[in-house]
Each structure stands twice: as structure tokens, then as C-alpha cells.
């Protein structure tokens, strides 16, 4: 069941291809430019204008300029790693994930220098995607230094914060985030098309809404930081900012910077599973979705979903039952180790699902799981037993952080290398 697993997850990476899902959902017809039911005559603008921004930057920057051939774009890509075979007229950039870099601020400035000189005969076009908010930012304040930037980022991420809350505070301390890049692309008529790896609902949380308006206020981020209990944790800059209320608001709905735009979903999580539900009610599994622990901490998250598990095998005794789930959990670093939310999942569920007949697989559609070279990891009820006989003690990994090498040395490790998309995380439990 391991491997039918693993092949699993990796039959769905290759469903979602981008190279698909955009062929299927951008359409160029006789300088008409069709996505979402919305038509824009794309010829009539005498720019087009493209910002590629997040881990599948590339693959949307090469799949769009195919899409509108033979109409001449041009454009920046920022993405986490070199872009191979960028289109003509593109300017390519590395910036740094899970941390902003300087390289990550070099593409930002590039970018708003591009932007700066829009007017309304011209379309901007911005192509989103998960991981955005590291690879592409700039400071909203020159006294936040780059190792500033990088300290406030790697406190956020460590902090056991979801996604939502990590880019409210995220939005108010940037130039580029929060609608800011659409305030910059002013007055051209503006088009965002993005991958979703955010909650339902939260398309302003993607990459941290550049080009979106920002719901939420500064009143928001010192609410935030008493939550989530990280005034002290945070660099000296940031700090002033906030104890001097002189953090900037963002641009609001109904802002004029937004007069002009339009956004839409390409792809995101619901697809990645609807994807695995129907190949398990091909296979004659009861399955079943839960979605109600996004943001749950990883222990509370397990218990529950196997729970579940168990109702659902009970009702179905003559049939595999599988409890599916995706989204994200919440996983505070507590140790020095190598590991993300994915493989600190399994890991946790390892001594529960001892000695029995269930399987779990936890991995990232992106590819990369926290800090290490694994996408996520696979255990079964045997997982355990094979552990104990080589030394290892699942709850000291879990303490140290450092899922990745338990998972490594038993060769359970899910390792898939970026996968040029991000459609937030897969988890699906199964009893045979």
C-alpha cells in the first residue's frame, strides 16, 4: 500500500501539469485572449507586459506567451530555482525560499522599474503562484535590511502561524505585496491569473497579494504579533515600526489602483483532490474528504483524521476505506533537524498506526517540504517495528525536527524534486 501511494501522489503531480491546466483554461483566438469567461482584446494594447512570480513562474510564463502567439509579450520571471529555456524577452531571477534573499529584492526593484512607466494602452499581465512571497520582496521601509527581512520571514515560518495569518503581517511590511504592485502598474489595464496554494477563499493570501486589494489592516498585524506571541522574536526594525504605528496601511477593495484588474484561479487544492478521490472510487475504496483540520497542529490533526479512519472502516468492512485531506498544518520548529509539516505528519502517525493495517502518505505538490530535499514521506503499520530494529526512536526525531532523516534512512522519504506547481499539500490515510 506504500507504494501504491507513492504512486499515487505522483500520478497526480503529472495530472495537474501546468502545461495542461493552461492550455485548457487560457484560450487566444483571433487576438481575442480568453480566460474564465472573460475576453480581452488583446491585440488592441500595444504592451503586454507579464510578471511571473512564484515556484511555477517559469512553466506559466512559457505555457501564457505559447498561449497568445503570435502576439509579443515581454516580461520578468522570479522563481526559486534558474528557468530553463525562459521565452523571448524575458528577464529571469532567483530569488530565495522559504527566506527572501537579496536576490529575491533585486528582481522586486526590477520589476517596479518595469512597471513604472504603464499607461492605459497597455496590459499587465501578472502570473502567481505559491512561494511568491519569499522569492519576490522588497522592504516596505529602508531601515528593514535584508537580514532583517530574512530573521522576520524564518520567525513567521517557525512560529506555527498559518498561511493566512503569515501574510497579513507579511503584506503591511513590503513594497511589492498587499495590491502594492498593482498600485505601481497604475494606470494599465491589469490581468492576474494564479495557482492557489492557499485556504478557499483567500486569493489575496497567494504570493501575498501583489496585485490584489488586501483586506486586511495594520490593526490586524498588532493583533498578530500578541497572538502569536513573537514581539521579542522579532529584528529591531520591525519592532519600531510597529511600537511607532508608523507601519503603512495597504491598498483597500475598491481602491483605484484595482479600477482596471481582473483576477482568476487556474488551478488549486480542490483539484489536486478531486484528482485522488475519483482514482480511489475507481479502485472500489470508501473514501471520504476532510477538510476541517487546515491549520491544526499536526498531533491534533492526526488523531482526528485516524479517528475518522476508523468510523469509516467500520461502515465499510469488506472495502479499503481512505480519509483524504489537503491543505495545511500547522508544525512550530522545534529542533535543528531536516523536515517540514508533511514528513513531521507521518512521523507522528507512525506509533499510532503501529502493528496495524493503515498506510499514510503526507506530501507538498510542490515539491519541497520545509527545509529538506523531500517532498513529504509514506509510512505503514510496519514502519515502527523496522525504526525500532535500526535504533530509532520516532518521538526524539519528532522532537528534534528532523521527520527527513527518519524517513530517509528507512527509505519511506517521498523525493521528487521541485515540481514547477504548488497546490498546497496531500494527505490521504487508508485501511486496508
Known amino acids: 500500500m506504500k507504494s501504491r501511494l507513492r504512486a499515487l501522489f505522483l500520478d497526480t503531480l503529472s495530472e495537474l501539469s501546468l502545461d495542461v491546466v493552461m492550455r485548457e483554461r487560457i484560450r487566444c483566438d483571433s487576438g481575442v485572449l480568453e480566460v474564465g469567461g472573460e475576453r480581452v482584446e488583446i491585440d488592441s494594447y500595444k504592451k503586454v507586459l507579464v510578471a511571473a512570480i512564484g515556484k511555477a513562474a517559469g512553466p506559466m510564463a512559457r505555457a501564457f506567451v505559447r498561449a497568445v502567439e503570435p502576439k509579443r509579450v515581454s516580461g520578468v520571471i522570479v522563481s526559486?530555482?534558474?528557468?530553463?529555456?525562459?521565452?523571448?524577452?524575458?528577464?529571469?531571477?532567483?530569488?530565495?525560499?522559504?527566506?527572501?534573499d537579496a536576490g529575491s529584492i533585486h528582481a522586486a526593484e526590477v520589476a517596479l522599474g518595469m512597471l513604472s512607466d504603464l499607461a492605459e494602452h497597455h496590459l499587465f499581465v501578472c502570473l502567481l503562484s505559491g512561494g511568491g512571497s519569499a522569492i519576490f520582496e522588497k522592504p516596505v521601509d529602508p531601515s528593514i535590511s535584508t537580514d532583517d527581512l530574512r530573521d522576520f520571514y524564518r520567525t513567521l515560518v517557525t512560529c506555527g502561524a498559518g498561511i493566512v495569518d503569515m501574510n497579513v503581517l507579511r503584506k503591511h511590511?513590503?513594497?511589492?505585496?498587499?495590491?502594492?504592485?498593482?498600485?505601481?502598474?497604475q494606470p494599465a489595464r491589469q490581468m492576474t491569473l494564479y495557482v492557489s496554494d492557499v485556504p478557499p477563499g483567500e486569493p489575496s493570501t497567494v504570493a501575498s497579494g501583489p496585485t490584489m486589494p488586501d483586506e486586511s489592516t495594520v490593526d490586524d498585524c498588532y493583533r498578530l504579533v500578541d497572538k502569536l506571541g513573537i514581539r521579542e522574536r522579532l529584528p529591531q526594525s520591525i519592532r519600531r515600526l510597529l511600537d511607532e504605528r508608523r507601519v503603512p496601511e495597504t491598498p483597500k477593495p475598491g481602491s483605484d489602483a484595482f479600477a482596471s484588474s481582473s483576477w482568476h484561479c487556474l488551478l488549486d487544492n480542490q483539484a489536486a483532490l478531486e484528482v485522488i478521490e475519483r482514482r480511489a472510487r475507481e479502485w472500489g475504496w470508501a473514501i471520504e474528504t476532510d477538510l476541517s483540520v487546515d491549520d491544526t497542529p499536526v498531533a491534533e490533526a492526526a488523531d482526528s483524521l485516524l479517528a475518522r479512519l476508523e468510523r469509516l472502516k467500520a461502515a465499510h468492512p469488506d472495502k479499503p476505506a481512505a480519509v483524504l485531506t489537503g491543505g495545511e498544518l500547522s508544525s512550530p520548529v522545534t529542533g535543528d533537524g531536516r523536515g517540514g509539516r508533511n514528513q513531521a505528519f507521518v512521523l507522528d502517525c507512525?506509533?499510532?498506526?503501529?502493528?496495524?493495517?493503515?498506510?499514510?502518505?503526507?506530501?507538498?505538490?510542490?515539491?519541497?517540504?520545509?527545509?529538506s530535499p523531500a517532498a513529504g514521506a509514506v509510512a505503514d503499520g510496519e514502519t515502527l517495528a523496522r525504526a525500532v530494529a535500526l535504533g530509532m526512536d520516532p518521538g526524539e526525531f519528532y522532537r528534534r525536527s528532523d521527520s527527513f532523516t527518519f524517513f530517509e534512512r528507512l527509505g519511506d522519504a517521498l523525493i521528487t524534486g521541485p515540481s514547477g506547481n504548488n497546490v498546497r499539500d496531500i494527505r490521504l490515510l487508508v485501511a486496508e
Open 350 to 371: 507512525v506509533p499510532k498506526i503501529a502493528g496495524r493495517s493503515v498506510a499514510v502518505v503526507s506530501a507538498g505538490t510542490d515539491g519541497i517540504d520545509g527545509n
Open 173 to 185: 511590511f513590503s513594497a511589492v505585496k498587499g495590491g502594492r504592485l498593482a498600485e505601481r502598474a
Open 80 to 100: 526559486s530555482t534558474e528557468t530553463p529555456d525562459p521565452p523571448p524577452y524575458f528577464l529571469t531571477y532567483v530569488g530565495s525560499h522559504p527566506y527572501p
